[in-house]
């Protein structure tokens, strides 16, 4: 288990959220920041990932796809994937991959407190025999 800071990656396709976002989630966290689907799956590869925050309906609602390969391309990782959108989770796709679905506006500190509540659940669970 990495007790170094976790890393995450955060998707954003809006610039001042994504620096909002980022700004305050790295007060946590190694944050892999991207507002775009390239090269999130080569940081996958070669990260210990602990989360994924995502504004699915980046690339016209691409992110949803990435979310599913991400879940199928490392299945053994179960990496809790955060979705953060402007889209009610009623308008939503449906994705069994999705650990929790925020509907903005998030506070930044809200996504922070998210995160690390996931993460440490997730923790908790890895140790428990």
Request: charged content about 25%; proline content about 5%.
């Given at each position: 288990?990495n007790?170094?800071?976790?890393?995450?990656?955060?998707?954003?396709?809006?610039?001042?959220?994504?620096?909002?976002?980022?700004?305050?989630l790295?007060?946590?966290?190694?944050?892999?920041?991207?507002t775009?689907?390239?090269?999130?799956?080569?940081?996958?590869?070669?990260?210990?990932?602990?989360?994924?925050v995502?504004?699915p309906?980046?690339?016209?609602?691409?992110?949803?796809?990435?979310?599913?390969?991400?879940s199928?391309?490392?299945?053994?990782?179960?990496?809790?994937?955060?979705?953060?959108?402007?889209?009610?989770?009623?308008?939503?796709q449906p994705?069994?991959?999705v650990?929790?679905?925020l509907?903005?506006?998030?506070?930044?500190?809200?996504?922070?407190?998210?995160?690390?509540?996931?993460?440490?659940?997730?923790?908790?669970?890895r140790r428990?025999?």
């Open positions: 288990m007790t170094l800071i976790p890393a995450i990656i955060l998707i954003e396709n809006d610039d001042i959220t994504l620096e909002l976002y980022q700004r305050e790295c007060k946590s966290f190694k944050v892999f920041a991207f775009k689907l390239e090269g999130v799956l080569e940081v996958m590869e070669n990260q210990d990932i602990r989360a994924i995502i504004e309906e980046i690339q016209t609602g691409n992110g949803w796809g990435l979310i599913h390969s991400v199928t391309t490392y299945p053994e990782r179960s990496v809790p994937v955060i979705v953060c959108s402007t889209r009610d989770s009623n308008h939503a994705s069994l991959e650990t929790k679905y509907t903005k506006p998030v506070l930044p500190g809200t996504l922070r407190e998210t995160t690390l509540e996931i993460i440490h659940e997730k923790d908790k669970l428990t025999p």
